[in-house]
């Protein structure tokens, strides 16, 4: 059963660095891209970016290159999200989930068919 | 960037109503278009990808239709548990994708 299981919840200050998680199960880690998605406080979703754990090739949406780091680490299955100094508008939910089709960059298809449960991140000032 | 926009914003109906949501958006998007459902407290669900095929385990009262530009998410009879925010996303371009901003379906 495919399941992404995320880092818990993060209370950090301005300034401060942060990497959050999510271990995968169930599944070929290396051959499926994998991406955040951001949700602050009662608003929509956010994507951030994408890697493909099997050659780290990462691609950002512009609104976030630059601001966070997404890795991935064989090894152990699991993906991460990292800033090196958060703002107060960093607070939010932080998704990972699973672009379905291990063939996207061919296909086109990149949509998220597995999604984790959510860690909630709250930066203060 | 190409942007989605979801309505109605709200949707207020009674359980066993027909749900009609739509998602437009701002260029030709062919038939890369997502639907996913959020419940309260819960992270979001695919429900229909490549504009209207249903994701594996999804109930047949969700259907979903359209190319291009014009999308429509319909719930035949709303069941309790489908009231909720409903999003699409477009996978046409990676940069970026985008979703829609969300349609509540809540309670009459």
């Known amino acids: 059963e495919v399941q992404l299981v995320q880092s818990g919840a993060e209370v950090k200050k301005s300034g401060e660095s942060l990497r959050i998680s999510c271990k995968a199960y169930?599944?070929?880690?290396?051959?499926?891209?994998i991406g955040w998605v951001r949700q602050m406080p009662g608003k929509g979703l956010d994507w951030m970016g994408i890697i493909y754990p099997g050659d780290s090739d990462t691609r950002y949406s512009p609104s976030f290159q630059g601001q966070v780091t997404i890795s991935a680490d064989t090894s152990t299955g699991t993906a991460y999200l990292r800033w090196s100094s958060l703002k107060a508008s960093d607070t939010a939910m932080y998704y990972c989930?699973?672009?379905?089709?291990?063939?996207?960059?061919?296909?086109?298809?990149?949509?998220?068919?597995?999604w984790g449960q959510g860690t909630l991140v709250t930066v203060s000032s | 960037e190409i942007v989605l926009t979801q309505s109605p914003a709200t949707l207020s109906l009674s359980p066993g109503e027909r749900a009609t949501l739509s998602c437009w958006a701002s260029q030709s998007i062919s038939s890369y278009l997502a639907w996913y459902q959020e419940r309260p407290g819960q992270a979001p669900r695919l429900l229909i990808y490549d504009a209207s095929s249903r994701a594996t385990g999804i109930p047949d009262r969700f259907s979903a239709s359209g190319s291009g530009t014009d999308f429509t998410l319909t719930i035949s009879r709303l069941e309790p548990e489908d009231f909720a925010v409903y999003y699409c996303q477009q996978y046409s371009s990676l940069s970026p994708l985008t979703f829609g901003g969300g349609t509540k379906v809540e309670i009459k």
């Open positions: 989930a699973r672009i379905s089709v291990s063939l996207a960059w061919l296909t086109g298809e990149w949509y998220f068919d597995f």
């Open positions: 169930g599944y070929s880690f290396s051959s499926y891209w």
